[in-house]
């Protein structure tokens, strides 16, 4: 996986429509283009963020820079995805709980074989964990560039929230397990972890 920066993307697009075929052309990858595919991810996640949003179908689509209204829906916002993911974090954490992840890990610890009763469980945590490191990753970026004190001391609270939760996750989640299948489950979750600003693609 690797990292792009929130920032890079918003600074490629103009203030009023921008279409895939034109951000294709303009954002680049260490001087590459993205794979048309990979920039729709990216592009997705970023209006999963609220920091853009796509308007229309299929050719005819556009995106926009979106900024929130008020301060109370920008808040709002955030709240309702970390209660989405917290959610389905929670929904999966459940099945996993006392159950054995990997029937087999290697010696060298890089390469395991799922149980089949906990692999669906266990990529459903991680596509949820990754969706709430970005949250957090963008929650950094906002109150990085953000003038709105009161704002600032909000999504403060959001990230600490974020981060508590998560703490509690990974406690409950490596407790009473194995060495080898926690450093392979700690090195998973690390893995996920993008740096203030960024998105994991």
């Known amino acids: 996986m690797q990292m792009v920066s929130i920032e890079y993307i918003l600074e490629c697009m103009n203030d009023e429509k921008n279409y895939l075929g034109d951000l294709w052309q303009t954002c680049l990858n260490n001087k590459k283009r993205f794979k048309k595919s990979k920039l729709k991810e990216i592009l997705k996640k970023m209006e999963l963020l609220g920091h853009i949003k796509k308007h229309g179908y299929k050719d005819d689509a556009y995106y926009v820079k979106h900024y929130h209204y008020s301060f109370e829906e920008h808040i709002g916002f955030i709240n309702n995805n970390i209660f989405t993911y917290e959610s389905k974090i929670n929904s999966a954490i ?15 610890l890089s390469a395991y074989k799922f149980s089949k009763y906990t692999k669906s469980d266990y990529e459903s945590l991680l596509i949820s964990m990754t969706s709430m490191f970005e949250l957090a990753s963008s929650i950094l970026w906002t109150k990085e560039n953000s003038e709105d004190k009161e704002l600032k001391k909000e999504i403060t609270k959001c990230f600490k929230q974020i981060n508590e939760f998560m703490d509690e996750i990974n406690r409950r989640l490596l407790e009473g397990r194995k060495t080898q299948e926690r450093i392979v489950l700690q090195r998973e979750f690390t893995g996920k972890i993008p740096k203030a600003g960024y998105l994991k693609i």
């Open 94 to 108: 459940k099945n996993l709980e006392n159950k054995k992840i990997f029937l087999d890990i290697s010696k060298d």
